[in-house]
C-alpha cells in the first residue's frame, strides 16, 4: 500500500439545532475532510474532530490542517506499508496532535479495509452486526425543555441518554429527569467544569443511579478523580484525561476512573483506539465510544469501532439526522430503535456524496 495522492476539504455544515456545553455553543461544524488515494486508484477517507476553537484540547482546524500538511503528510506520502498499524509507528516521532494523526490515519485504515475486501469493522477485529446506540443532548434553556428533548429520545428507543452539565445546571437536573425516567440508563457529561472542591456538590449525584459521570474534573488531571472516586459511588468515566494506551493503565491503576470513553481523534487513531479497547477487556474496564459531532465519515469510523467486544455501552453515534439536514453519505447513518446496523461492504460501508462534499466545502488542497 503507498498513498499517492491527498486532498484536504475544509467543510462547514449547519446543525439542526444549537449544542451547548460547558464549554461553549456550537451552529455550526467546521471540520476538515480528507481524501487519499492509493497508487491503484483505491480511496479512502478521514475526518478531523478538531473544533475551529480550542475548547476541547489545544488542536484546532487550523493547526491540523498545518500538521497535515508540514509535518504528516510528507512523512506518509509515497512511503510503503503493508498494515494501516505502520502509520502510528510513522508519526510516533511528532509529539501529540493527536486529532492530526488519526484524520490521515482513518483514511489508510479505509483503503487497507477495501484492498482487503472487508468491512472497517471486520479489519478491526469487529464482529457484532449491530450496535446499540444512545445520544448526548446538550445544555437546554430550561429543564421542561430538556425533559422534552429526552421524552423524545426515549420513545426512539435510544438506549442510554447523556445529559451535559456545569455548575448551577446538575443536580436539580438530574433529580427531575431521574423522576421523569426512572428506568432511563442516564449519565452526566461534565466537561472539566468542577474542582475537587465540589466534592459534597457532586456526591449529591449519587442518589440519582446515574451510569456514570464524565471528566467531572480537569482535561488533564487523573490524581484529583482517583481521590473523588474513593468518595464517588457513581463511577467516573474519564474522556479528556486519557490520549493513549498508557494513559488509560495509569488512570486504572490509580483507581482514576471505572469507565473510558474512547474517542477516535483525541486518541490518535484506530490504531490506538483497538490498544486501549484491548488493555480496559484485559483488566475489566467497560468502554464506549464518544461523539464529537462528526460527519457521516467520522459517525461511520465510530460505528466500526464500536464493534469490538468491549464496547458494552452505548456510545453516542445516534443517526445523521440528529444534527444534520443533510450528511455527506448515502446512505446516511439510521438508528432504530436504539441499534445501528453495521455495514458489511468494504471500506467505511458508506458511499461518500461528492455533491454534498463539494456543497459544503470552503476550502481544499491537493498534495502529492
Not at 488519526?102 to 472487508?118: H, L
Not at 480496559?280 to 464500536?306: D, F, Q, Y
Request: hydrophobic letters at 40%.
Amino acid at each position: 500500500m503507498k498513498i499517492t495522492d491527498i486532498t484536504i476539504r475544509h467543510l462547514k455544515m449547519k446543525l439542526k439545532a444549537p449544542f451547548t456545553t460547558s464549554f461553549g455553543t456550537f451552529t455550526d461544524k467546521d471540520f476538515l475532510l480528507l481524501e487519499a488515494r492509493d497508487e491503484d486508484g483505491t480511496i479512502g477517507w478521514g475526518e478531523s474532530v478538531a473544533f475551529h476553537s480550542p475548547w476541547y484540547n489545544e488542536e484546532t482546524l487550523q493547526t491540523n490542517w498545518h500538521m497535515l500538511e508540514d509535518f504528516l503528510i510528507p512523512l506518509l506520502l509515497n512511503k510503503e506499508m503493508n498494515h494501516p498499524d505502520e502509520v502510528s509507528e510513522l508519526f510516533a516521532p511528532i509529539r501529540k496532535n493527536n486529532m492530526a494523526k488519526s484524520t490521515i490515519e482513518g483514511a489508510v485504515w479505509d483503503i487497507y479495509a477495501q484492498q482487503t475486501n472487508q468491512s472497517l469493522a471486520s479489519a478491526l477485529g469487529g464482529k457484532k452486526e449491530k450496535i446499540e446506540v444512545g445520544i448526548s443532548i446538550g445544555i437546554q434553556k430550561s429543564i421542561d425543555d430538556l425533559v422534552a428533548l429526552v421524552d423524545e429520545y426515549v420513545n426512539e428507543g435510544y438506549k442510554r441518554i447523556k445529559v451535559k452539565i456545569k455548575p448551577g445546571w446538575d443536580v436539580e437536573v438530574m433529580r427531575t429527569l431521574r423522576e421523569k425516567f426512572p428506568d432511563v440508563a442516564i449519565m452526566a457529561d461534565a466537561n472539566s467544569a468542577y474542582r475537587l472542591e465540589d466534592a459534597e456538590l457532586l456526591k449529591k449525584l449519587d442518589g440519582f443511579n446515574l451510569t456514570m459521570i464524565e471528566q467531572p474534573l480537569a482535561s488533564d488531571d487523573i490524581i484529583d478523580h482517583a481521590k473523588l472516586q474513593k468518595m464517588l459511588k457513581t463511577p467516573i468515566c474519564l474522556d479528556e484525561s486519557i490520549h493513549s494506551v498508557e494513559d488509560a493503565r495509569k488512570a486504572v491503576e490509580l483507581g482514576s476512573t471505572k469507565i473510558i470513553n474512547i474517542k477516535i481523534g483525541r486518541v490518535g487513531g484506530l490504531t490506538e483506539a483497538r490498544k486501549i479497547h484491548d488493555y480496559c477487556k484485559a483488566n475489566g474496564i467497560p468502554v464506549w465510544c464518544g461523539g464529537m459531532l462528526e460527519s457521516g465519515i467520522g459517525r461511520a469510523h465510530n460505528v466500526a469501532l464500536t464493534t469490538l467486544s468491549n464496547f458494552i455501552l452505548p456510545g453516542d453515534t445516534a443517526s445523521s439526522n440528529r444534527y444534520w439536514e443533510k450528511d455527506i453519505i448515502l446512505p446516511e447513518v439510521v438508528a432504530e430503535n436504539g441499534y445501528i446496523q453495521v455495514p458489511q461492504t468494504a471500506g467505511i460501508g458508506y458511499e461518500v456524496d461528492l455533491d454534498a462534499v463539494d456543497e459544503f466545502t470552503v476550502a481544499k488542497k491537493h498534495y502529492k
